[in-house]
């Protein structure tokens, strides 16, 4: 059964930082392509930054680039996300997922909650 369980949310105030991980079990993890999105209330999901099964350049949405940042360990199996300078427009829940293309598998998380506010 695969599994991808995301940590590391909260609170925290405009400014402030976050690491969200993202641990997954029961998939190839290496063959993954990896992507953090979140949903604010209100609004659709919206893809926030991705990175590819062979962990090339990742790809980031406009208005997180220069302060998020995507990292993967397969040793792990984990996927991190580390939030910097945040905003309180980027208050949300965000969630993990894994795809594969050649066979169009892809996996959610249950989703964290991050408040950003004074």
């Known amino acids: 059964q695969v599994q991808l369980v995301e940590s590391g949310g909260g609170s925290v105030q405009p400014g402030g930082s976050l690491r969200l991980s993202c641990a997954a079990a029961?998939?190839?993890?290496?063959?993954?392509?990896l992507s953090w999105y979140r949903q604010a209330p209100g609004k659709e999901r919206e893809l926030v930054a991705g990175?590819?099964?062979?962990?090339?350049?990742?790809n980031y949405a406009d208005s997180v680039k220069g302060r998020f940042a995507i990292s993967r360990d397969n040793a792990k199996a984990t996927v991190y996300l580390q939030m910097n300078s945040l905003k309180p427009e980027d208050t949300a829940v965000y969630y993990c997922?894994?795809?594969?293309?050649?066979?169009?598998?892809?996996?959610w998380g249950q989703g964290t909650q991050v408040t950003v506010s004074s």
């Open positions: 029961g998939l190839t993890f290496s063959t993954y392509a």
């Open positions: 990175v590819s099964s062979a962990g090339g350049s990742p």
């Open positions: 997922n894994a795809a594969r293309s050649w066979d169009k598998r892809a996996y």
